[in-house]
C-alpha cells in the first residue's frame, strides 16, 4: 500500500506563487511516476505535471513555463512550483504516484487564485 500527503495548498493572489509538495510512504518502488492533476468545480480532473524516477517531465499546456515539478527521491517527495499563477488555475490539486501495482492518490489539496 502506498500513502500520499500533500501540502502546500491555499490562497494565492493573481501572479503569485506557491508551492506544493507531496509525500510518499509504504510500498512505492524505486521505479514510479509521481505527478499532479488538479480538478475544478464542474470539471473533469486533469494532467498538471508529471516527472519519471529518472527525471523526465511532462506538462499540460496550460501550465509549461509557469509550473516547474521535481522530486527528491531520497525523500520519496515531488514538488511543484507554480508561479504567474491565474484565476483558472484555482483547482483541488491531486498528488499521483504510478508504479507496478497502480496508480494511488493523495487526498487533495485546495488551490485558490483571487485577489
Known amino acids: 500500500q502506498v500513502q500520499l500527503v500533500e501540502s502546500g495548498g491555499g490562497l494565492v493572489q493573481p501572479g503569485g506563487s506557491l508551492r506544493l509538495s507531496c509525500a510518499a510512504s509504504?510500498?512505492?518502488?524505486?521505479?514510479?511516476?509521481m505527478g499532479w492533476y488538479r480538478q475544478a468545480p464542474g470539471k473533469q480532473r486533469e494532467l498538471v505535471a508529471i516527472i519519471s524516477s529518472g527525471g523526465s517531465t511532462n506538462y499540460a499546456d496550460s501550465v509549461k513555463g509557469r509550473f516547474t515539478i521535481s522530486r527528491d527521491n531520497a525523500k520519496n517527495t515531488v514538488y511543484l512550483q507554480m508561479t504567474t499563477v491565474k484565476p483558472e488555475d484555482t483547482a483541488v490539486y491531486y498528488c499521483?504516484?504510478?508504479?507496478?501495482?497502480?496508480?494511488?492518490w493523495g487526498q487533495g489539496t485546495q488551490v485558490t487564485v483571487s485577489s
Open positions: 499521483n504516484l504510478h508504479n507496478y501495482m497502480g496508480d494511488y
Open positions: 509504504g510500498s512505492i518502488s524505486s521505479i514510479n511516476a
